[in-house]
């Protein structure tokens, strides 16, 4: 019985150890999952660190974002090496600022004696040897000093008046204004110089109001201005069709995008560019969708960054950005580990393909010999390519694998003349309008968004064909006014009229 009892007692304390060791089994298992739990959130929270600490060391020179966001001392020169968001080591010159000895100086220039409303001639009085009075001898050599002032400006006002004058029968009969005289109460020069304030020089309505008034003397209300604008906008509209059928019709153009706001409302606003023509054009979306039909039959090669939103354009018959490559390797490079050393590798490579290609620029490379020394170029960089897209390397395979989509695209401005390896053209040709969204938060309206594509179309272009911008504005606005055929851009008139 005593033995029956003690195995009794043995089991039920074995059931409790085994209570206790399942109790501790469950704990451990618990523990076991927190600490998963626990190293997979350290993972990530060290994987966010790093795409946050990159971020924070992104300026222009390592990323797609403008210049005007570095802040002081936000890294070394584009091109060079070194850690984003760091000083340069570069010893600070003791020279003195400004021009340095043996520096060629800048100096006005003297216009020419057509030029010139008034002359006045300075003769010496007297020798200043032994002080014989001396005769006003003309000096064919005479030192010439030139002073140019600007009048004060006032506005001229016409007043056209319509008399009534009742004839012998008895009727009244009044006069009308003829075709010549403008409905508008402003004429075409005040009304292009009202545009070109507010949209090539961006100053505000209200600026511009007041500055009209400070230095021209002409008073005129900011409800004014705003129609104004309208009415030059409608104006200028067939210069700027035909703006767009030349960059169409070019055979190489450059194009790139950026936001805009109407009303608050995120917008999109693309540039075509060439060497002749630049225009511009806002719209809902940068999608593919909405973008294909902006660039009409694709004729020409196509410079751009890697955009999805552009492949709706051949590969064959476009060139990727370079620069844009290389800011994109700037930021591989400052990685630790197997993604930094890709990234110098890339930059190694694409150094090459700068300093081939402005060596054949300047002359000092034959086209043949570019094209040879390139070929080795390309393989070795398409390879590094493939190596870091199987590497498989967080925010580095996926950006390889992209670039290797576009390698048809890589490579054109080595085969056709007239290509630019970087899609700088259409990046500075958008630098104003970015300058504008920034001062003026976009536009309010659909009006609005014509008027400011509409009138940085024909300045840009007006520039590119040394045209004044002023004249060109108030030649067309006349010609509206007169009822008369439209000028051109591009010289003579267009064969279009407005009714």
Known sequence: MLAEDQIARLKAELVAKDAVIAEQATVIAAQAERIDQLTAQVARLIEQVAVLTERLGQTSRNSSKPPSSDGPGA??????????????????????????????????????????????????????????????????????????????????????????????????????????????????????????????????????????????????SVGAVSAVEARVSEAVEPAVEEAWTRALDAGVKHTDGTTWLQAGVTMSLWTIATSMVTVFKIVASGSKKTLQPLYGALKGILVSDRDSSLTFWSMQRRQVCWAHLLRKFVSFSERDGPAGDIGRELLDYTGLVFEYWHAYKDGTLTKATFQKWMKPVRDGFERALRRAQAADIRRLSGSCTNILAHKLALWTFTEHAGVEPTNNHAERELRAFVLWRKRSFGSRSTRGNLFAERIMTIAHTARKQDRHVLDFLTDTCSARAQRSAAPSLFGGCLDLTRA
């Open 75 to 220: 890294g070394s020169k584009s091109g060079q090496a070194g850690k984003a968001g760091k000083r340069t080591s570069r010893k600070k010159s003791k020279r003195k600022p400004g021009g340095q000895r043996g520096h060629k100086g800048h100096h006005r220039e003297l216009l020419p004696e057509d030029e010139v409303n008034t002359f006045k001639d300075h003769y010496p009085a007297q020798c200043e040897n032994c002080w014989a009075s001396l005769p006003e001898r003309p000096d064919p050599n005479a030192t010439r000093h030139q002073v140019t002032e600007v009048p004060p400006i006032k506005p001229h006002t016409t007043e056209h008046r319509c008399h009534s004058v009742t004839c012998t029968c008895g009727y009244t009969t009044r006069g009308k204004l003829g075709p010549e005289v403008s409905s508008s109460p402003f004429g075409p020069r005040l009304m292009s110089m009202v545009c070109l304030l507010t949209g090539v020089y961006h100053l505000s309505r209200r600026k511009t109001v007041t500055l009209l008034s400070d230095i021209v003397g002409v008073r005129i």
